[in-house]
C-alpha cells in the first residue's frame, strides 16, 4: 500500500532530484535570498508562509542518533510551533518526502505542494497534547454521526453499484474487526449510531499515536468520510480505494454528464496527494 500512497504524491514530486536520498548526502539545489534563523519565532514554515518566497539554497537529510531531520541550508527545518520537524528512523520515506517538497520549491513558494510538510508539523505540533487530542476525536466523531457511506440511494443503477463496490465492504469491515453495530439509510435520515459503536471508535483513536491522529484528521477531511478514514489509517485499504470510497457519488455524476474540466480532474488529483500523505505518514518505510 505504502508504494501506491507514494505514488499519490506523484504531481508533488514530479521534479525529485535525480540522485538518491539518504542521510547527509541529499542533493542540493540552488535558491534564492538567506537561511533562516534557528530561533522559535522565525521557522522555515512560518517564513515561507510570509514571504511566499524560497530563502534556502540546499536541502538535506540528516540521520541523527534515533531520527531524520529535515535541514533547510544546514539548519535544522522546525514547524509552525518552532519545534524541530523530525521522524523517527522507521519513517525514512516521509522525511524523504519532506525534503523532496522543500527541494522541488522554485522562486515563488507554493504552499499546496507541501502536504507532507503540513501534516507532519500538525503531528508534533498538535497532537502530543491530549486535550488537543479528544477535541479532534470529538470532531472527527461528528463526520460518524453522518458518514457518507452509511447513506445508501436506491438509484440510479450507476449509483448503488459504486456504493456496493466501494461503501459496502467497508461498513463491512468496520463491524466485523471491531465487534459493532453501524446504523444506515436510504433516505436523508439516518437514525442514530449505538453508544457502544461511538465510544469503541472514541477508544480506538484514542491508543492511535501522534502521526495516526495527523493522518486521521487529514483523512477524514479530506474524504468527508470517518469510516474511509479510519480503514485507510489502519491500513485495510490502499490510497486509491480511500479516494474511489469517497468520490462514489461524483464518479456517479461523471458517468452519466462527462467530467467538468478544470473541476473534477483537479479534485482528482487533489484527493490523491491529501490521501497519499495521510498514508505515507504512518508507513513504517
Request: aromatic fraction near 6%.
Amino acid at each position: 500500500m505504502h508504494a501506491r500512497a507514494a505514488r499519490s504524491l506523484a504531481p508533488v514530486l514530479s521534479s525529485a532530484c535525480r540522485r538518491p536520498l539518504v542521510p547527509r548526502t541529499l542533493c542540493s539545489v540552488r535558491g534564492q535570498a538567506t537561511v533562516v534563523s534557528s530561533g522559535a519565532a522565525a521557522t522555515a514554515t512560518n517564513r515561507a508562509e510570509a514571504t511566499l518566497k524560497r530563502f534556502w539554497k540546499t536541502v538535506n537529510i540528516d540521520g541523527r542518533e534515533d531520527v531524520y531531520a529535515v535541514m533547510l541550508d544546514k539548519r535544522p527545518l522546525r514547524t509552525p510551533g518552532g519545534k524541530h520537524l523530525q521522524l523517527p528512523r522507521n519513517k525514512r520515506l516521509a522525511a524523504t518526502l519532506i525534503a523532496m517538497e522543500w527541494e522541488n520549491q522554485e522562486i515563488v513558494l507554493k504552499p499546496h505542494a507541501l502536504p507532507m510538510t503540513s501534516i507532519a508539523s500538525r503531528a508534533i505540533d498538535a497532537f502530543s497534547d491530549e486535550q488537543t487530542r479528544s477535541e479532534v476525536r470529538a470532531q472527527l466523531l461528528k463526520y460518524f454521526e453522518t458518514d457518507t457511506i452509511c447513506f445508501h440511494q436506491n438509484e440510479p443503477t450507476s449509483l448503488v453499484n459504486l456504493q456496493e463496490m466501494h461503501w459496502k465492504p467497508l461498513l463491512e469491515w468496520t463491524q466485523s474487526t471491531f465487534n459493532v453495530d453501524i446504523s444506515t439509510s436510504d433516505s436523508f435520515l439516518l437514525s442514530p449510531h449505538p453508544q457502544e459503536t461511538v465510544k469503541k471508535l472514541n477508544e480506538i483513536m484514542f491508543n492511535f499515536d501522534h502521526w495516526q491522529m495527523a493522518a486521521m484528521e487529514r483523512a477524514t477531511y479530506t474524504s468527508k468520510s470517518f469510516l474511509i478514514a479510519l480503514a485507510l489509517v489502519m491500513k485495510r485499504i490502499t490510497v486509491e480505494q480511500a479516494a474511489q470510497a469517497a468520490h462514489v457519488e461524483v464518479n456517479s455524476q461523471i458517468e452519466k454528464w462527462g467530467e467538468v474540466e478544470d473541476s473534477h480532474d483537479v479534485d482528482y488529483h487533489d484527493i490523491r496527494r491529501q490521501l497519499g500523505s495521510a498514508a505515507c505518514l504512518i508507513s513504517n518505510l
